[in-house]
Nanobody, 124 residues
């Protein structure tokens, strides 16, 4: 059974912070890159951030650079997304994903496993 479970979403006021977590059911996923995507109504699924297997490299969308930070704790099979200075336009369902490769990618089709998503709503 392959499973990715996101948590940490919720309702927050503009300027606030949230930390999303994604726990993997299989320890072998620690060998692969992980990413976060988001999907807002009326928009295509959008890349947010990704991190390599050993956390040597990370990547961010321009819209979140300087505000969000991705990290991972392989002892817990978990990847995190720290979101600071949130804006209403950050409102979306956020998805955790794992690809079958060690290095980062930014396209959804490069990822093989997906979580169920967690809702983030930022009020003005």
């Amino acid at each position: 059974q392959v499973q990715l479970v996101e948590s940490g979403g919720g309702l927050v006021q503009a300027g606030g912070s949230l930390r999303l977590s994604c726990a993997a059911s299989e320890r072998t996923f620690n060998d692969f890159a992980k990413g976060w995507f988001r999907h807002a109504p009326g928009k295509e699924r959008e890349f947010v951030s990704a991190i390599s297997s050993m956390a040597y490299y990370s990547s961010y969308a321009d819209s979140v650079k300087g505000r969000f930070a991705i990290s991972r704790d392989n002892t817990k099979n978990t990847v995190y997304l720290q979101m600071n200075n949130l804006r209403p336009e950050d409102t979306a369902v956020y998805y955790c994903a794992v690809r079958s490769a060690r290095n980062i990618a930014t396209m959804p089709q490069d990822y093989n496993y997906w979580g169920q998503g967690t809702q983030v709503t930022v009020s003005s």
